[in-house]
């Protein structure tokens, strides 16, 4: 059975999705499945994760952090985030991340 899309708004930095566009704070706009929204937060899970392991390593004071598989998790998952939300995001928001230029930098 093919799945509807339907509006989201995501605020990426507490990591919410939303159907509702509120005054508060959201920063991109996208269509989305159940399965695809699914995903998402499953990235915003796996970035929360890595970040509080992160936030514990450190207190590690001899781990530098280019060795830091914690913080490679979250850049990499947060790469993911980004992918996701060009590829289902309204023409306002595909412009936003190609300013941001995070993705043209992580396919280099």
Known sequence: MEQHKKTYYISLGSGEISQVRSASEWSYEIEATEDEITTLREYFDQ??????QGFFR?????????????NDAYDQTTTKVFE?????????????????????QSKE
């Open 84 to 104: 996701m939300l060009y590829n289902l995001g309204s023409n306002e928001t595909r412009q936003h991340i190609e300013q941001m230029g995070i993705l043209s």
């Open 47 to 52: 970035r929360f994760s890595s970040d509080w």
């Open 58 to 70: 450190a207190h590690v004071p001899y781990l530098e952090y280019h060795y830091d598989r914690q």
